[in-house]
């Protein structure tokens, strides 16, 4: 994803392992959230249990931070199991706090409980009230807290881990991918709408549930498939088992965003290559808005691709016109937006060589307040650019996302109350093209797709208001 800091965010990222032939699996863990920091880089976590050893026997190790600050050889010494949970976190819900990093471990009547979740409940707040009224005290501002609240209070009537996390699926509303262990037990489960994704892989005699495939074979392992909607996959020493969420909802949203700029390029979701979905994303923009260029350019990481395929379609030259310094700490912890613009300029520098005297076609994932694309197109032009006409790979944002997406409310987006042609004059490209609604099911390869952030309407009913504050109001 482009360096937008005041834009849209990447999401969480789970991974799930069980050896049951006893090897250690930190390692594992640790490699697969790697794979995965794309999306989140706030904070991370790994928690481990040993299956042979005396049950509730968890350790679990977080901090804020990227996965190779917050573990090193040490502390990943100390992580002593063959079954495990990790996560990496960007937050849609509660503050990015040490209290909120998952995964999330509770000790309860039945023992020891691990939990990491992706994605955003719309009724957690409601669900939170209820449990607090029957005493349940509350460590944290997330949602996730409330599942693993409502998990662990299903399972004291229910005769399996699993069973405890079907009963709490069936009062749960949004989006969410989970991994859950037990104390002998891997459990993952997906929504009934594939809003969030989740697929299984194997390695050697042991399973893999990751956020997405890249994880699975970044630690060696074998991609095997998705998780389907409304999935419950059981993972024990007794092999592998699936059961199914009672609700069947008459449509499936697989988030369009995974495909524009939430996934690596080197995953399959859902059966579509998230490399192939950016190329054709990029040549439906050349056909739909061509333009008379010399060179066509993408704003790093997730713009690359699309301006590949816009290239490749137009016959105009695809080139680098921006340096991506690596080096650079975590910019989007700077407290005000002035800092986190300059953040944003020592990340990411035009190249003047690459852009002097030359009409530039800039390919962007999206455009959310305006502030980013324009500050990048006054840089390309200082530094020598005729002229920069902007394609951007998503339609334009006019509704707010509930379901874990970190598009802010309607009076944030630029879209809401300025036209195509208006946002062009405010941002002081030379054009400005954006994928049409249409044509998002071509990019996803004809898969089943949230379009609520362009359409306003939703796989389901949502709140009236922006819920983003709402777990914050309840402590």
Not at 289 to 294: K, L, Q, T
Not at 441 to 461: D, H, K, N, Q, V
């Amino acid at each position: 994803m482009s360096f937008s800091f005041t834009g849209v965010h990447e999401e969480c990222g789970v991974f799930g392992i069980y050896d049951p032939e006893g090897r250690s699996v930190a390692s594992d863990i640790y490699y697969g959230l790697s794979a995965l920091q794309h999306r989140g880089q706030e904070s991370c976590g790994i928690a481990v249990t040993d299956t042979s050893g005396p049950a509730g026997n968890v350790c679990c190790d977080r901090g804020l931070g990227l996965v190779n600050e917050v573990f090193h050889e040490t502390n990943l010494n100390a992580l002593k199991g063959n079954l495990g949970i990790g996560h990496v976190r960007y937050s849609t819900t509660g503050s990015s706090v040490l209290a909120n990093t998952q995964p999330l471990v509770m000790k309860y009547l039945k023992g020891t409980l691990c939990l990491a979740h992706n994605g955003n409940l719309i009724n957690a707040a409601e669900l939170r009230h209820e449990l607090e009224l029957g005493g349940t005290l509350f460590r944290t501002t997330i949602d996730s807290e409330v599942i693993a609240c409502l998990v662990a209070k299903n399972r004291v009537t229910s005769s399996s881990a699993e069973e405890a996390v079907k009963k709490t699926c069936a009062s749960i509303r949004g989006a969410y991918a989970l991994t859950v262990t037990s104390s002998r037990k891997l459990i993952g489960v997906r929504d009934p709408y594939g809003l969030k994704p989740l697929c299984l892989g194997k390695k050697g005699s042991g399973w893999i549930l990751a956020s997405e495939s890249c994880a699975i074979t970044s630690v060696g392992g074998e991609f095997i498939r998705d998780i389907e909607p409304g999935e419950i996959v059981i993972i024990s020493h007794d092999g592998i088992h699936s059961d199914y969420l009672e609700e069947k909802p008459s449509q499936r949203a697989h988030c369009i965003f995974e495909y524009i700029y939430f996934a690596r390029l080197d995953s399959t979701i859902d059966g579509v290559s998230v490399y192939d979905a950016r190329l054709r994303g990029g040549r439906f923009l050349a056909r739909e808005y061509p333009v008379e260029a010399d060179l066509i350019a993408g704003v790093p990481d997730s713009g690359l691709i699309s301006a590949y395929g816009y290239a490749q379609e137009s016959g105009i030259p695809f080139g680098f016109i921006f340096h991506k310094n690596s080096y650079v700490g975590r910019t989007f912890i700077k407290p005000t937006q002035k800092e986190r613009e300059n953040a944003v300029k020592i990340k990411l520098s035009v190249i003047p060589a690459a852009v002097r005297g030359k009409r530039i076609v800039l390919v962007d994932d999206s455009i959310v307040r305006g502030t980013t694309i324009k500050n990048l197109i006054r840089d390309l032009k200082k530094a020598g650019a005729l002229e920069v006409h902007v394609r951007i790979s998503s339609p334009p944002f006019l509704h707010p996302c509930f379901f874990g997406t970190d598009v802010p409310e309607t009076s944030s987006l630029i879209a809401h109350e300025h036209s195509v042609e208006d946002i062009r004059r405010e941002i002081g490209a030379d054009s400005l093209g954006y994928m049409t609604v249409r044509a998002l099911s071509e990019l996803s390869g004809g898969l089943p797709i949230c379009r609520a952030c362009f359409t306003g309407s939703y796989p389901m009913t949502v709140p009236d208001h922006d819920i983003s504050m709402d777990l914050e109001q309840t402590t």
